[in-house]
Each structure stands twice: as C-alpha cells, then as structure tokens.
C-alpha cells in the first residue's frame, strides 16, 4: 500500500499509452444552458480540442487558453459571489490553498500554471480533459497522481449553474485541496482502488469520492466546515449543504458506501470526516480488502 501513496510521479509516458478510455461526452444534454447556443458549443468544441491534442503532443505541454472577456466576467462572478459564503463555510485549509495558489477573481488560472504549482507542494499534477470521462477511467489517472480538469467554461446565462465539470468547478472547487499532503494520498489511494476493484468495488469507491471529494464536511474545532468541491464551487450548494434541514452524519465508511447520490439534486444528506488523515487510513483499510 505504501507504494502506492508514494507513487512516482508520472512521465510524459505515461500519456502515450493510451491505457484507459477517454470516453468524451461530445454532445451536450438537453438541459446544458449552451446546449441552444452555436458560438458557445463552438467555443467549448475549440477548448476541448486543445486537450485533445495535449494528449498527442509528445512536449506534453499543457496548453494555455486566451479566455474572452466573457469567460473572464463568468469566473469574476462566480468567484466572488462564493468568496463571502466560503470565509464562513469553506475549512481552513481550503481557503489558504486558495490564498498559496494565487486565485483571484480577475484572471481564470492556467492549469499548466496551477499543475507546476501543485506539483511542488504534493507531487500531484493536472492534465486537460475534453469532458466527462467514465468513472473507473477518471479515477484511475489519480493513481499516477494525475487529476484531469476540463479547461473550458460554462454558460454566461447561467454562472452559478453547470451540469459537467468547468474550469471554475476545477479551479475553485477541487484543485486546492490537492496542496493538502493527507488528501492527495487519500486521492492517489482512490485511484488505486479503481484500478484493482471489481464492479461494485468500483461503485462503492465512487460514492465515497463523491461524499467526500466532491461534498465532504470536516470538524474544525467546534465547527463543521466544507471541503468538497461540489460545495465549494457552488454558492447555492454551499449555503444549502448548512441548513439546519439537511441532515449531517459523522463519518461512517460502511454508511457513506452504500448510499447512493443523485448529482442532478442538492444532497439531502452529508457527512462529515474528523481529519483528512482519518480518510487517508480508513480508505486504505477499505480498499486493503479489495
Ligand atoms: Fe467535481
């Protein structure tokens, strides 16, 4: 197990085998806010093709996007409408990573940028993306301590709104918590995990990364904080995930596994970790008996 939280990190090699499926979603949903709108699917098309073609170049250079105005007054928005809601909510050390990365709202960070900076504080590196990848596909790349991050943005008319992973969600949501030393381990184990679980292991590990990577809660002192990019990065989920409505339970592994999740709806349940050590050691326990 240790050789696999102190798993080297990947070569460009490592992105010339081709040794999972990268499954693009490459017609948006219905109910997608651009779905309707031909500058925007065009626009989208064009950044997904950059990591498309990332993945081909043998520099492995991860390409820089000239985000438009628009895009920019997109992430502006959004950063700062959850910049008040996460001084009260967000766990501390989510709001120093952000502080340490450098985001702020005027400028949309580079993932080559933030995959340099990264990868100095845990070893962890990003990769672009072009959409949403299957679930044993996507987790997997955190073996090689890798997180695939789409680059693109979502809808103007819609910015507190995305029904797939933006950069903003990336960015402001997950990218952050990767400076955390306990939780990049944590993540690295997942993706070990995925590689060696059968089918239902696999289900199970999903719902574990999405109770907690994506809508955790930790105790800070007295306090319960978030720590899941899905809160993070949404204001409405934010404040939604501490109403006194929404039932918050401590952290049972056995629990979080088999409850399942409906990401089309706020989470009418959440729980909450004593320490990213904790979920460091007890996924390593679980994952031991694969
Ligand atoms: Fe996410």
Same mark, same amino acid.
Request: proline letters at 10%; aromatic letters at 14%.
């Given at each position: 197990m240790n050789a696999v939280i102190n798993a080297t990190i990947p070569t460009k090699d490592d992105f010339l085998t081709e040794d999972? !499926?990268? =499954?693009?979603?490459?017609?948006?949903?219905?109910?997608?806010?651009?779905?309707? !709108?031909? =500058?925007y699917r065009n626009r989208r098309n064009y950044i997904a093709e950059l990591a498309a073609n990332y993945r081909h170049d043998p520099t492995h250079r991860i390409p820089d996007v000239d985000y438009t105005r628009e895009e920019i007054e997109v992430?502006?928005?959004?950063?700062?409408?959850?910049?008040?809601v996460q001084q009260r909510r967000a766990c501390s050390f989510y709001l120093q990573a952000k502080r340490d990365l450098g985001l702020h709202a005027d400028a949309i960070p580079q993932l080559r940028e933030l995959s340099y900076k990264l990868n100095l504080f845990t070893g962890f590196r990003l990769a672009p993306i072009e959409g949403l990848v299957e679930t044993r596909a996507f987790l997997t790349w955190l073996e090689k301590r890798t997180m695939l991050c789409t680059q693109y943005v979502r809808h103007h008319s819609r910015p507190d709104y995305t029904p797939e992973p933006d950069i903003v969600h990336e960015a402001i949501g997950h990218i952050p918590m990767f400076t955390n030393p306990d939780f990049a381990d944590f993540s690295n184990m997942v993706g070990y995990g995925a590689r060696i679980a059968d089918e239902q292991q696999l289900i199970e590990l999903g719902r574990l990364y999405w109770w907690t990577v994506e809508f955790g809660l930790i105790e800070e002192g007295s306090e319960i904080k978030a720590f899941g990019a899905g809160l993070l990065s949404s204001f409405s989920e934010l404040e939604n995930c501490f109403n006194p409505n929404v039932p918050k339970q401590k952290f049972d592994l056995r629990t979080v596994i088999n409850t399942e999740f409906d990401y089309s709806m706020m989470q009418p349940v959440l729980f909450i970790i004593p320490s990213y050590g904790y979920l460091k050691e007890i996924t390593k326990e679980f994952i031991g008996s694969f």
């Open positions: 999972v !499926d990268f =499954a693009e979603i490459s017609s948006l949903p219905i109910d997608h806010p651009g779905a309707h !709108d031909p =500058a992430w502006r928005y959004v950063f700062t409408q959850l910049e008040e």
